[in-house]
């Protein structure tokens, strides 16, 4: 499939881990490119080899304001909708804002998306849509109840998309994201992403805590093949495509314990002592899913999505990035 070349594109969130590698491809395929990001979790230096870029725009704003968000679509064709306060335990600890901004600003980004007569809506969904359902491989019509603030949003965002759909008109895709990794992810915070956080771990000679016994498993999903769906996504010319859900993954699971081992592994060809560092074991986190697991059976019928990195490869060039962002820093 030939990708979208030539669009101008509203991406929402576009500095944050996956906003800026979208803003990044789009740049690279031809097209204009707006950033529409407040910095709440979206960091500058993700975008600043765009900013001298003619065909990127940076507008410092917030989707919780719906003239923000109109001002935001001014000549768009395109919106790709990332922007959101991710993370279980962050809902769990502070569910008004998780619902603010992840549905409030949600549905102000569909009236503004709707107003503007945009092309298509795709956005950024979630695998904790799928809750309590304890079958694998998760299949995109059978969710369970939520288990999270977090989950309830983002299920929300499909209810919402599907409504806009059928009253307006809006054409929308969601991407169910399944535990995304790969480069500028944020390793730091309370709130960071497990591979990140346990790479920056290792690399420090710290010793990760893993929740549980590493049992849990995941359908861990390198950026590469995020980004693929999302170009897929907005190019695709297949209106069955159209107004649907999909998993974005890879299509396996690994434990934790897996996980630990690869980065091990990966990492001591840099510093053999890495291999000696001491796991420690923690309780499970409240809302946590035990596993999970994609079909991308959907994904490949209706959009022709052919993911290129299988978890080690993905995983491999992720501690490469980070271990030569470290080196950097200390030069």
Same mark, same amino acid.
């Given at each position: ?32 490119? =707006? ?53 279980? @335990? ?15 600003? &949600? ?14 809506? =795709? ?13 694998? +491989? ?7 109840? @939520? ?16 409504? &806009? ?12 994201? &399944?535990? =995304? ?5 944020? @390793? ?20 990760? =805590? ?9 359908? &861990? ?61 923690? +309780? ?5 899913? @035990? ?41």
């Amino acid at each position: 499939m030939d990708f979208v070349k030539g669009e101008k594109i509203l991406v929402t969130g576009g500095a944050g881990f996956i906003g800026s590698n979208l803003c990044e491809k789009l740049l690279l395929l031809d097209n204009e490119v =707006v950033c529409l990001d407040n910095f709440s979790t979206g960091k500058r230096e993700n975008i600043t080899t765009f900013l001298n870029d003619s065909k990127f725009t940076l507008i410092e704003g917030d989707i919780r304001d719906l003239d923000v968000c109109h001002g935001a679509m001014s000549g768009v064709d395109l919106v790709s909708h990332q922007a959101a306060l991710g993370s279980v @335990p962050r809902s769990i600890n502070d569910p008004i804002t998780t619902n603010e901004v992840n549905i409030s600003g &949600f549905l102000n980004m569909l009236v503004a998306s709707k107003d503007a007569n945009i092309d298509r809506f =795709v956005y950024a969904a979630s695998s904790s849509t799928y809750g309590d359902s304890e079958k694998l +491989p998760k299949v995109e019509e059978n969710i369970g109840k @939520p288990l999270s603030p977090y989950a309830i949003t983002k299920y929300v965002n499909e209810l919402y998309a599907d409504i &806009f759909q059928r009253t307006y008109g809006l054409n929308t895709i969601g991407l169910r994201y &399944f535990n =995304v990794f790969g480069r500028r992810q944020d @390793p730091d915070g309370g709130y960071a992403a497990v591979i990140p956080k346990f790479i920056k771990m290792l690399i420090s000679h710290e010793s990760p =805590v893993i929740n549980g016994d590493g049992s849990y498993s995941r359908d &861990f999903t390198y950026i590469d093949n995020v980004i693929q769906m999302n170009l897929l996504a907005l190019s695709t010319n297949n209106n069955q495509a159209l107004n649907q859900v999909y998993n974005t993954a890879y299509g396996e699971r690994n434990t934790l314990n897996d996980l630990i081992h690869h980065l091990k592994e990966f990492l001591k060809d840099f510093d053999s002592q890495i291999s000696n560092l001491e796991i420690q074991f923690g +309780p499970s986190r409240e809302g946590d899913i @035990p596993h999970s697991l994609a079909s991308i059976d959907k994904a490949k019928a209706l959009l022709g999505y052919e993911p290129q990195f299988d978890f080690q490869s993905g995983l491999k060039e992720t501690v490469k990035w980070f271990w030569e962002m470290v080196q950097n820093v200390k030069t």
